[in-house]
């Protein structure tokens, strides 16, 4: 929502400049229940989703990164990752709720790792910022990590066997 949306309601307040676009940013689980509350009219989330009474399709690919601050032991490694070296890591993670945090969660646990997750943090600046000041390293949107990795504020990692892409869906009420 913080990256990729305002360039789709500039080009919507461009298309259509007579409607009135309001726009919440929450994470998937809010987003559902704003939806079949009727609060929104649709939704786009990130995580995994199944509801009856929604109307859920795929809208757009994504791939989630491991990051980690310069200063970090394996920042300077040029082969993947495995996920096993992740085991006992210090983490910060997307708030519960969150389909990124529910994704990570789960191929961690596919590869047999447990987080140690030291913070919980709401949204992707947080997160970034608190691992560039050495809190922990994190998993993150390829699209929320692209700039501070540019920047070398942090330094993404491949990791060779965890399941880390995803798909963008919209959801709507099924009536």
């Known amino acids: 929502g913080t990256y990729r949306l305002p360039e789709l309601v500039a080009r919507f307040r461009t298309a259509f400049p007579a409607i009135r676009l309001l726009v919440d940013v929450e994470n998937t689980q809010a987003m559902a229940f704003a939806v079949k509350a009727g609060r929104v009219s649709l939704a786009l989330v990130e995580g995994p989703l199944a509801d009856d009474e929604l109307d859920i399709e795929p809208y757009a690919d994504d791939e989630l990164v491991l990051v980690v601050p310069p200063s970090h032991a394996l920042a300077a490694r040029t082969k993947p990752v495995r996920a096993a ?64 990795v540019r920047a070398g504020r942090i330094v993404q990692l491949r990791v060779r066997d965890l399941e880390l892409r995803r798909t963008f869906r919209i959801v709507r009420l099924r009536r």
């Not at 210090?90 to 945090?101: D, I, M, N, P």
């Open 85 to 148: 070296e992740l085991a006992g890591m210090a983490f910060v993670f997307r708030e519960e709720g969150s389909g990124t945090r529910a994704q990570v969660e789960r191929a961690l646990a596919t590869a047999g790792v447990r987080p140690n997750v030291t913070l919980s943090l709401p949204n992707g600046e947080g997160i970034v910022r608190a691992v560039e000041l050495g809190i922990g390293a994190a998993i993150l949107s390829r699209i929320v990590v692209e700039a501070p």
